[in-house]
């Protein structure tokens, strides 16, 4: 059974800077991975996803030149370094892993087979 689990939320002001880690185990493929966020009241959105071998990355909008997705050495890891926070970054933030390959498309929740509990990065302006 996959496991994902994630860290590094917290409490930062706005203009900082967080990292974010995640890690899938229990599984043998390689997956795609991807983070999502979940804001009070609001639906889960996409944020950011990188495919099994980091050669394709998609960015929600709002991310981009801000937000770095990353993979990590060991297999089936992957961080997301966001800067520049601004306070409507605060949500909860979900990684989320597939197999399969990643296409522009596959920024809906459905489209992942495992997802971590969460982590909470509440910015403070």
């Known amino acids: 059974q996959v496991q994902v689990l994630e860290s590094g939320g917290g409490l930062v002001q706005a203009g900082g800077s967080v990292r974010l880690s995640c890690a899938a185990s229990?599984?043998?493929?390689?997956?795609?991975m991807a983070w999502f966020r979940q804001a009070p009241g609001k639906e889960r959105e996409f944020v950011a996803a990188?495919?099994?071998?980091?050669?394709?990355?998609y960015y929600e909008e709002s991310v981009k030149g801000r937000f770095t997705i990353i993979r990590g050495n060991a297999k089936n890891t992957v961080y997301l370094q966001m800067n520049s926070l601004k306070s409507e970054d605060t949500a909860i933030y979900y990684c989320?892993?597939?197999?399969?390959?990643?296409?522009?498309?596959?920024?809906?929740?459905?489209?992942?087979?495992?997802w971590g509990q969460g982590t909470q990065v509440t910015v403070s302006s």
């Open positions: 989320a892993a597939k197999t399969g390959m990643l296409f522009s498309t596959t920024r809906r929740p459905i489209h992942w087979h495992h």
């Open positions: 229990g599984g043998s493929s390689d997956y795609a």
């Open positions: 990188i495919s099994d071998i980091g050669s394709i990355i």
